[in-house]
């Protein structure tokens, strides 16, 4: 696949088959990591390959309500309940992949974008569907969360920058929405 097919193929879709991602495949998409440009040649974004469905459900419903939570001007950590109660921003993913940046490094968030870019080409090309999904605030500030983020060995002074959720399409593949930038200014 040449790489324009796929910058002009692939979409963001949200309604996944229950097929999970194989390991392989998943190893496969991955090998684009090595090559992502970044600040510095830090190298700095850290990943997790989440597959554990009790930990993408807790992670997706917490991400939800924090970003509805943003939307409405509330900033304060939503409770337990509300988190349980919420829908999930990863939707029915069986593989999330979470990237993490320093917390305190200025690029940290461009740097985790462009390897999602990457990733999700990646996996279009493997006839993998992903959605890009966005962090404002860290979904992993609660209780919970910080012991999910221990247990995936992602240390302290790390944050969530994105999430990229991988599967199947389910449904048709969502077609191109026909948008159109502004047309670049020369000078």
Known sequence: MELMEAIKGRRSVRRFQDTPVRREVVEKILEVVDYCPNAGNRNSTRGV??????????????????????????????????????????????????????????????????????ITLAAYEQGV???????????????????????????????PQAYITLGYCDGDYPKHPGRHYSDFIYV
């Open 49 to 118: 390959v989440m597959t554990d469905r009790e930990m993408i459900d807790y992670i997706g419903k917490a991400h939800m309500k924090i970003i509805r939570n943003f939307n409405a001007g509330i900033t304060a950590l939503p409770t337990e309940e509300e988190i349980m109660a919420s829908e999930s921003a990863f939707h029915n993913a069986g593989t999330v992949l979470a990237l993490f940046g320093p917390e305190n490094f200025y690029f940290s968030s461009p740097d985790a974008y462009i390897m999602a870019q990457n």
């Open 129 to 159: 569907s992903t959605c890009i999904v966005g962090e404002v605030l860290n979904s992993l500030a609660t209780q919970k969360g910080q012991e999910y983020q221990k247990s995936m060995g992602i240390p302290a002074g790390f944050v």
